[in-house]
Each structure stands twice: as structure tokens, then as C-alpha cells.
T-cell receptor, first 109, second 115 residues
Framework: GEDVEQSLFLSVREGDSSVINCTYTDSSSTYLYWYKQEPGAGLQLLTYIFSNMDMKQDQRLTVLLNKKDKHLSLRIADTQTGDSAIYFCAQGDDYKLSFGAGTTVTVRA | KAGVTQTPRYLIKTRGQQVTLSCSPISGHRSVSWYQQTPGQGLQFLFEYFSETQRNKGNFPGRFSGRQFSNSRSEMNVSTLELGDSALYLC??????????????FGPGTRLTVL
């Protein structure tokens, strides 16, 4: 979507941390989301962050939000082969989400 | 609970035909949203239904339409198919109601190919 931008590709070694970045334009969204899509599957919600928060940690996932710069990032600690997928950041309210183009994460041994 | 189901999973049509896709939301969910996913345009919001009423609409031509039934199942229809309509069509369900938190549970999608 034109309102949300992400880098397209990320290659990471197994066991390292992955950081996926996203910028957005609509500062009015109450929540921002990270979704994961594996081949042949729909989207799975990984985590979300309330727009008034700076950081949220959920097991291996850490979300950082810089509201001033409209920048959102997702860090995956100890990246595993099962983390290979496309990751989408999304924003929106009222059941109408705008998605970024998706970042394809490839985990190499 | 069973997840969101979409039928059919794969569909091949020719230009000019019409197609109907079906989505069954998670039991108890009343909101159903539809998205189109293409390599060029990414994921784009089509429309959202709640209690049989279209509540939100994206920027798609009138060839794209939908409806929702009293059991919350939803269908979307595309008439006069064009090559550019080839895409993965994703349906998502949510509990619905008034909330700014919009966790949407996605189905596996219907892969439509237009020849």
C-alpha cells in the first residue's frame, strides 16, 4: 500500500537477530501490526503495538515505534529457519488495514 | 474453533466471465473483510461487511461487489473479469463491533487466475 513502506528483502544467518523496518504516513492509527505470511498461506498476526507505546516485547519479538519519525520496526531474536516468510507491517482502524509491500526474510544456515 | 475458510482455493476463469468467492468466518465473528493481493500492488483492501451491511469500502471499481449473509458468511463477486484481476483474494474475520483494535484472522485465500 502507498501509505506504508518496507524494504523488500532481508537475508539473515540462523541464530542472528532480524530487524525489519517500516515507515507509515497515517499518524492517526490507534494500532500498528506485524503480520507473517508463509508460502501458500494467509496472513498470521504476529504482534501489534498501541500507538502510544514505544516498545513491546513478546517472547522473541520486539516491536519499536518511533511516532515522531513514523517508523516501526520488528526485531526477531535468535532467528530460525521457520521464520523464513514474508512480513507485513500494517496500520488502520475500522477494519480497514493498509499493508506495506512485505519484506521477504530468508534465513540461511 | 475452526479458522476462516475460503472456497474454492483455486479458480481459473477467462476474460469477461464472472466469479463468486466464498468466505466463512470464525464462529461468532461478525465482521468479514476482503483483500486482494498481487505482486504489483501488494495487499489492498476491498471491502468490509458487518451484520450484513457494507461498512467500509476500498478503491476498487464497481465490478467488485460483495455481500454478507445472516450467518456472517460472505461472498465476493467480480464481474467482467480482466487479466489484472488475477490475484490471491484473502478474507479476514473479526469479532466486529466498535473497537480500534482490529485483529483480523485471515483465511488461506482463493487464488484466481484469469486467462
Amino acid at each position: 500500500g502507498e501509505d506504508v513502506e518496507q524494504s523488500l528483502f532481508l537475508s539473515v544467518r540462523e541464530g542472528d537477530s532480524s530487524v525489519i523496518n517500516c515507515t507509515y504516513t497515517d499518524s492517526s492509527s490507534t494500532y500498528l501490526y506485524w503480520y507473517k505470511q508463509e508460502p501458500g498461506a494467509g496472513l498470521q498476526l504476529l504482534t501489534y503495538i498501541f500507538s502510544n507505546m514505544d516498545m513491546k516485547q513478546d517472547q522473541r519479538l520486539t516491536v519499536l515505534l518511533n511516532k515522531k519519525d513514523k517508523h516501526l520496526s520488528l526485531r526477531i531474536a535468535d532467528t530460525q529457519t521457520g521464520d523464513s516468510a514474508i512480513y507485513f507491517c500494517a496500520q488502520g482502524d475500522d477494519y480497514k488495514l493498509s499493508f506495506g509491500a512485505g519484506t521477504t526474510v530468508t534465513v540461511r544456515a | 474453533k475452526a479458522g476462516v475458510t475460503q472456497t474454492p482455493r483455486y479458480l481459473i476463469k477467462t476474460r469477461g466471465q464472472q466469479v463468486t468467492l466464498s468466505c466463512s468466518p470464525i464462529s461468532g465473528h461478525r465482521s468479514v473483510s476482503w483483500y486482494q493481493q498481487t505482486p504489483g500492488q501488494g495487499l489492498q483492501f476491498l471491502f468490509e461487511y458487518f451484520s450484513e451491511t457494507q461498512r467500509n469500502k476500498g478503491n476498487f471499481p464497481g465490478r467488485f461487489s460483495g455481500r454478507q449473509f445472516s450467518n456472517s458468511r460472505s461472498e465476493m463477486n467480480v464481474s467482467t473479469l480482466e487479466l489484472g484481476d488475477s490475484a490471491l483474494y484473502l478474507c479476514a474475520s473479526s469479532p466486529g463491533g466498535s473497537s480500534s483494535y482490529n485483529e483480523q484472522f485471515f483465511g488461506p485465500g482463493t487464488r484466481l487466475t484469469v486467462l
